[in-house]
């Protein structure tokens, strides 16, 4: 231990002081991070007399004073850390605690509801962590409120008493908003609104606010689909300005432009879509060729003719970013006049396309690769089903080029997943509702092969648009061009070696030295189809998984097992789409863009945006799996274990996909512990567990339709 030279006595405050630096460095030089006594402290620092004895004395009052080290017993002291503080944004859990989300942090930070300082759901605080560790994740205390989240929110009317009042709710937290304005008397119990707060929660922890809309009679399909939108910012009519702007926008193809482009019309070509779709963005064309290959093309609507840069149109585009689909309508991107028809690639009709044409031998070699401005004719507007039959009938309109498309598509999925690529996807839900939006049925939706069809050569399109930008790069350049990558990082290895538990203790077999991970994950996706667990390790897959994102770093993508990736084939829907189309236009022309900054902020806001149009599906879907399941009440049902936390036991029900919780303290038989390693909660006496993926009969307790969520209870 290292002696700190020190006079032998202090005479005046800055020697204290003197001598508070010297402890902490004191403690700070100790590697084992042992506690100290006084007379341990004097021996490091060199300190032998009474008056110096009694100077690091009142050092360490200082020090103990600010929060600087701990007394852990009679006469010993402990260092403490210096505090951490972060910034994020809050996201309620339920009324007891809330986690802060912090951009790069492995864990959200655990604070409960005494130490949140009256922030609400996604106000942005600045958080301080506790020292110790008290439970499996950071825990902390909010200091500051930096930045209020003024979206507006959703209330449920409230008339007792002399004001009227609604109850807003912040994922499981409910708050009682107290109503201002002129118009407030005309609502009626029940009624939804939208809500402006205008004064935020003090210690008296009172909220009030103005309504700027009124949706209707809560229950009501149309006033819930409106209030999912109104709740994550989604708006389905667009301003009058922008519909004027694009009035008189030709709906005829010049002969001009026609004599710009590759005309491919008299090719027969074709789109598969779902039976309802009306924003048709990818076609598909097919001829063989003298030499035996096959010539395929990959044909996107150009949506970048019609939406010009910096035009109100484009501006409007960039704010909505991408389309949303609830579960019965879709929140465009793109006016109607547009997405719905100029844009749409529908049948009969000449539309002005972006294209991907390749040739490609038998084995699915790819021997030429061309892109750019083309006009096309489609033929016939496939939905997924009919073209599956008449794929396997081998009969009917354009089945031969059907079927062609169908055998070059098994190849390059072949190929891919001989690669590496990983294929875990999870089932997405349907519903059949009544002539009120009821939900009547919930079903799976059927992946046939023509799914797999389009979604092979849409990947084809998007990963050679990309390689082709990045391999771009000059001989003194260390960047290439600016261009729109979909990115996807290999998976965390701690997170990775979870997963990989939890299924050996399912009984599945994983060999991880007998390849790369893919090989394993290959394995275990054909070992689980049909399964009852099926779903829920697909889905704990994906979550063991980065995040896909835009960046302008051409970078690889993980699971597609691509060197270089981009979106190109939905410029309807995603506005990163409509860059890509921008910039390889002007690539293609010999032009070059160097605006990393500028882009790579457009990157960051598609994936905000990307993560709102997600939440929104979800509610929806959730709103309709809680609406659908309260009709069932005294029906049991037999579900999975998809989910566990310290305090609730998620379960899925297998029939129909409806998830709900069991509260930890709703289990009287025992005291329950979380074993989160395990991924089981386990009793304290009994040692009964129930572990993630356990089968289990459950019942209906209660549902919440404001805050989208089902309460069971186990039964025998």
Known sequence: MPVFEMPPSAKNKKDVLDYTTLILKTFQKDPSGTHKSLHQLCTSLGVKDKSGKEQVKKALS??????????????????????????????????EYAYIVVPDQQKDILVFHKNLLSALDKDLVKVRLFSEERRKRPEGVVVEIIERNTTPVIGRILLSGDQPKATIEQKRASYVVLLQGDHIALLKENDKVVIALTSFPGENNQLTGRVVKHLGQAGIHEVEMQAIMAEFGLKDVFPVNILESIKHTPTA??????????????????????EDAKDLDDALSYQKLANGHHQVGIHIADVSHYVLPDSLLDIEAYTRNTSVYLIDRCVPMLPELLSNGLCSLLPQKDRLTFSAIFEVDDRGKIHNKWFGETVIYSNKKFSYQEA????????????????????????????????????????ELAFELDSHGK???????????????????????????????AKMKQKNEKVGPTFIYRTHDNPDPDKLNEFFLFVKQLGYKIDLNAGPIS????HLEQAIQGTKEENIIRSLAIRSMAKALYTTKPNPHFALAFAHYSHFTSPIRRYSDLL?????????????????DTYEKKCQYAIERESIAANAERASIKYKQVEFIQNFKDKIFEGIISGITEWNIYIEIISNACEGMVRLSDLTDDDYIFEEKNFQVIGKHSKKCY?????????????????????FTLQP
């Open 388 to 427: 599956q039959a008449t794929i396997d009938a081998q009969k009917g309109d354009l089945y031969h080029a059907l079927s062609q498309l169908h055998k070059l598509a098994k190849r390059f999925r072949a190929k891919r997943f001989k690669k590496g690529a990983i294929n875990f996807e999870t089932r």
């Open 253 to 274: 193809i010049s002969a001009q432009e026609i004599a710009k482009r590759l005309d491919l019309r008299p090719i027969p070509t074709f789109t598969i879509d779902p």
């Open 62 to 95: 200082d020090l103990l004073h600010n929060g600087k080290i701990k007394k852990i017993s009679k006469g010993r002291y402990l260092c403490l850390k210096e505090p951490t503080y972060l910034i994020g944004r809050v996201d309620y859990v339920r009324t």
């Open 519 to 522: 090989k394993a994950m290959h």
């Open 691 to 711: 572990r993630l993926g356990d089968v289990l009969k459950v019942k209906v307790k209660s549902c919440d339709l404001d805050r989208r969520y089902i309460n």
């Open 580 to 596: 890509v189309h921008r910039l390889l236009k002007q690539y293609l022309k010999g032009e070059r863009i160097y605006d990393v």
């Open 439 to 469: 939900p009547l049925q919930v079903v799976t939706k059927v992946r046939t092969d023509t799914h797999k069809l389009i979604e092979e050569f849409m990947l084809l399109a998007n990963q050679n648009v990309a390689s082709y930008v």
